[in-house]
């Protein structure tokens, strides 16, 4: 039988052949939770006097309200802390960095695991070809109790990417383009695949942001071919060889999307829908108030580069808020080690602490009534950033650089 990426990881983890719309108990490789989730999973646990089967392979992550922004999610934090150092739970505190990034950071997945995350952008691990589902409360206590979760396999819709992208158009159009033009109703519930010869050209930083922000096309997986690239990657991280993980020839879709990339141009979601894209080029010269690079989405190193080169020599606009702040600890250091940070507090940005930073809407720049935001992140939902009336439009690293700098939304490519 010729599988599909996901057909091969749940047959692996259930053991058994696993073909699309099978019901299979699947072994599960690792857990985490963030500090928005946490605290309802510990009080399941104690509630039905569960154990955690293997802590070893079960992290916690402080990264939406980091550090706190108030007494009640201190609270959580403390019993986080305290929970996390009684089981020997792997524990990441406030300023460590947004829990994806560093278990990917970290090393502690690898290519065709199989993940259990109380988190709503699982997707991202599909970037190096790791299976991850969404699960909260007391589904996920009990799998931490057994180490196994059912799971329906699901169809497989497969994007054939071609071609090579402009100059100042990056994977964050791309995965803004598809926004338009896929629908919901199609990807919920399947699995979603790239491949083609137009991944060669992707870095694993753009690889995450697509994969992140396609689970908000409601995608049950994302997955990423484990090419050259992705192999390389955990060479250099771990010294570890990994194999080639990729769909079997002649396996069965529900449908294959051919795309040619180098027609994609620089791409903005407008509110309050993360589908309601349009080019950027469309809507130049809107006037905006805040902006923000960074979240789970944008928020690594060559994120930060992209804007910096744009903003060296530069200033922001002075009546924007210009927030900045590093997927992790790691990436921050690197950034400061290359002079990043120093371009932005140059040009007069604010930086923040690794972590999800005012993406989560609990602090770190909670936009004003009336206030245009751009911003890198993967939601702009009314109250997405913590205020109702506010709005928030999403756009790549270079378009909230050059807006920010311009006060106005501006395409990068004059910039590129």
């Known amino acids: 039988m010729n599988k599909t990426i996901i057909e091969k990881i749940i047959s692996e983890k259930a053991n058994k052949t696993s073909g699309s719309k099978t019901t299979q108990r699947c072994r599960l490789d690792f857990f985490f939770s963030q500090d928005r989730t946490s605290d309802d999973i510990i009080k399941v646990l104690s509630q039905l006097k ?25 609270a959580d934090h403390a019993l986080m802390r305290d929970f996390a150092a009684r089981k020997n739970i792997l524990f990441f ?45 007391k589904d996920f206590a009990i799998a931490l109790s057994t180490g196994y979760i059912d799971i329906t396999v699901p169809e497989t819709i497969k994007i054939n990417l071609f ?69 390389n990657y955990f060479r250099e991280k771990t010294g570890t060889k990994i194999k080639p993980l990729s769909a079997d020839k002649n396996c069965h879709y529900f449908k294959i999307i051919n795309l040619d990339i180098s027609k994609i141009t620089p791409c903005l979601a407008q509110p309050d829908k993360v589908k309601n894209v349009i080019e950027v080029s469309k809507v130049k010269g809107l006037s905006i108030n805040q902006a923000f690079l960074g979240s789970c989405c944008n928020g690594g190193i060559e994120d930060l580069k992209i804007a910096a080169k744009i903003l060296k020599g530069k200033k922001i606009k002075s009546d924007v ?3 900045v702040a590093a997927a992790t600890l790691s990436v921050f250091k690197e950034a400061l080690a290359k002079g990043y940070i120093k371009i932005f507090l140059d040009a007069g940005a604010m930086i923040l602490p690794p972590g999800c930073g005012p993406c989560a809407g609990m602090h770190q720049g909670v936009p004003a009534d009336g206030d245009v935001v751009i911003s890198t992140a993967n939601r702009n939902f009314e109250g997405a950033m913590g205020n109702i009336k506010s709005k928030i439009y999403l756009a790549s690293p270079a378009t909230v650089a050059v807006s920010a700098y311009k006060g106005r939304i501006t395409d990068p490519r004059v910039y590129a």
């Open 50 to 74: 569960l154990r955690i089967k293997n802590p070893k392979i079960y992290a916690m992550v402080i990264d939406h309200s980091s550090p706190s922004p108030r007494e009640s999610i201190s």
């Open 93 to 137: 505190d406030s300023g460590s960095g947004i829990s994806t990034h560093l278990l990917i950071e970290k090393a502690l997945l690898i290519p065709g695991q199989l993940v259990l995350a109380a988190e709503s952008n699982p997707g991202t691990f599909g970037a190096l070809g790791i299976a991850a589902k969404t699960a909260y409360g």
């Open 163 to 231: 071609g090579k992208l402009s100059s100042g158009v990056y994977g964050k159009d791309l995965i803004l383009y598809l926004m338009k033009t896929l629908s919901e109703t199609d990807l919920s519930g399947k699995a979603l695949e790239f491949s083609g010869n137009g991944l060669k050209q992707l870095s694993i930083d753009q690889r995450l942001t697509i994969s992140n922000m396609a689970s908000s096309l409601k995608a049950e997986f994302v997955f990423i071919d484990v090419d050259a690239r992705t192999i």
């Open 321 to 323: 808020k210009f927030f």
